[in-house]
Nanobody, 113 residues
């Protein structure tokens, strides 16, 4: 069965960096686009970034452009989100996603001094 397991969340000061990773299993990873979403307290879940199956195409939410980078390793079945210049408003639970059906359990990122 499809499994998506996130890791790498934690507490970081404003201006700091974190790298999230999602380990995928149960499907042919390289043929699917993968995404990261986030949900802040009291807000709806929002799309952060998407990467195509081969990794050649990426898209980002305007709020994270220039600060976050999504990447994937199809040999390891992982998709990462490098987050730089973090702001308090980036505080959220971050979810790995494949399509409309498959979600990880999420990893909490807290940006605070």
């Amino acid at each position: 069965q499809v499994q998506l397991v996130e890791s790498g969340g934690g507490l970081v000061q404003p201006g700091g960096s974190l790298r999230l990773s999602c380990a995928a299993s149960g499907f042919i990873f390289s043929i699917y686009s993968m995404s990261w979403y986030r949900q802040a307290p009291g807000k709806e879940r929002e799309l952060v970034a998407t990467i195509s199956g081969a990794g050649g195409s990426t898209n980002y939410a305007d709020s994270v452009k220039g600060r976050f980078t999504i990447s994937r390793d199809n040999a390891k079945n992982t998709v990462d989100l490098q987050m730089n210049s973090l702001k308090p408003e980036d505080t959220a639970v971050y979810y790995c996603n494949r399509g409309s059906l498959y979600w990880g359990k999420g990893t909490l990122v807290t940006v605070s001094s």
